[in-house]
């Protein structure tokens, strides 16, 4: 099986050398933990070293904002969307029905999962994207209530991409401490791959770890890493380093 390299330091020799390609996902943990970091280094990096193109969606946050807060790790995502190396598609205020200022958006009519699923599929085929990550699945305003069809919007999302071949991620909010890995409950169980951020009370890096819950197909690591936010992005040690220190 081809192994997509995560771009996330000290991650790929855990999970066998990457991501199992075409498959999906899901990256969860509190808000705050690095998951939006974790994935945007994921998409520059592809782009960068690997010369995979990638789409980000955002559902969350404004581009801009991303875009600006970004850069202190030295990414420029401006100019890998002006080389056609970086889509994002902006669905972060059309549920208000504001309209956004990017070039791909979700119109301010009104946001579905169809009409994010067509844009995500024309993009995929404009710029030949290979990456794709969609932050957050509980954005994407599901109705908690109605869990058959949030199921069926999870599977729709999940199926739809592995057929589009790209290899993605997707985010999605727990609470510290839950007994589920996705917001709905229902994420963990249609995606290849379960990776849990965590970070625990107050202060240093070291509070900050990370945690391989499943990867189809893969051997896996199985403890809980160490992992520390640098200017460089998302750094994973590995678990004697942290006992090394102390
Ligand atoms: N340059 C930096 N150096 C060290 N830590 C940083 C840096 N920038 C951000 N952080 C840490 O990362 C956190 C933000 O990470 P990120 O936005 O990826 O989290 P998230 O899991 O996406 O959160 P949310 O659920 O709110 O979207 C900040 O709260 C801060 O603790
Ligand atoms: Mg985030």
């Given at each position: 099986?081809?192994?997509?390299?995560?771009?996330?330091?000290?991650?790929?020799?855990?999970?066998?050398?990457?991501?199992p390609?075409?498959?999906?996902?899901?990256?969860?943990?509190a808000c705050g933990?690095?998951?939006?970091?974790?994935?945007?280094?994921?998409?520059?990096?592809?782009?960068?070293k690997y010369?995979?193109?990638?789409?980000?969606v955002?559902?969350?946050?404004?581009p801009?904002l991303?875009?600006?807060?970004v850069?202190?790790?030295?990414?420029?995502?401006?100019?890998?969307?002006?080389e056609?190396?970086?889509q994002?598609?902006?669905?972060?205020?059309?549920?208000?029905?504001?309209p956004?200022?990017?070039?791909?958006?979700?119109p301010?009519?009104?946001?579905?999962?169809?009409?994010?699923?067509?844009?995500?599929?024309r993009?995929?085929?404009?710029?030949?994207?290979?990456?794709?990550?969609?932050?957050?699945?509980p954005?994407?305003?599901?109705?908690?209530e109605?869990?058959?069809?949030?199921?069926?919007?999870?599977?729709?999302l999940?199926?739809?991409?592995?057929?589009?071949?790209?290899?993605s991620?997707?985010?999605?909010?727990?609470?510290?401490?839950?007994n589920?890995?996705?917001?709905?409950?229902?994420?963990e169980?249609?995606?290849?791959?379960?990776?849990?951020?965590?970070?625990?009370?107050?202060?240093?890096?070291?509070?900050?770890?990370?945690?391989?819950?499943?990867?189809?197909a893969t051997?896996h690591?199985?403890?809980?890493?160490p992992?520390?936010?640098?200017?460089?992005?998302?750094?994973?040690?590995?678990v004697?380093?942290?006992?090394?220190?102390?």
């Amino acid at each position: 099986m081809k192994r997509i390299p995560t771009g996330i330091t000290g991650l790929d020799k855990l999970v066998e050398g990457g991501f199992p390609e075409g498959r999906s996902i899901l990256l969860s943990g509190a808000c705050g933990t690095g998951k939006t970091i974790f994935s945007m280094q994921y998409i520059y990096n592809g782009a960068k070293k690997y010369s995979e193109p990638g789409i980000y969606v955002t559902l969350d946050e404004r581009p801009e904002l991303i875009r600006e807060d970004v850069i202190r790790f030295g990414w420029d995502l401006r100019k890998l969307e002006q080389e056609n190396m970086l889509q994002i598609i902006d669905g972060s205020i059309a549920k208000l029905g504001i309209p956004s200022e990017e070039e791909v958006s979700m119109p301010a009519t009104g946001f579905d999962l169809d009409k994010l699923l067509l844009e995500i599929m024309r993009v995929t085929k404009r710029i030949g994207a290979k990456r794709l990550v969609i932050d957050s699945i509980p954005a994407l305003g599901l109705s908690l209530e109605n869990n058959s069809e949030v199921r069926k919007s999870v599977l729709k999302l999940s199926y739809l991409l592995m057929r589009t071949g790209v290899t993605s991620i997707i985010t999605s909010e727990i609470q510290e401490g839950a007994n589920k890995f996705g917001k709905f409950g229902v994420e963990e169980y249609v995606v290849d791959g379960v990776i849990v951020l965590h970070y625990m009370g107050v202060g240093t890096q070291s509070n900050r770890t990370l945690h391989i819950r499943k990867m189809r197909a893969t051997h896996h690591s199985e403890s809980l890493h160490p992992i520390e936010i640098t200017d460089k992005g998302i750094v994973v040690h590995k678990v004697e380093e942290e006992y090394e220190e102390t």
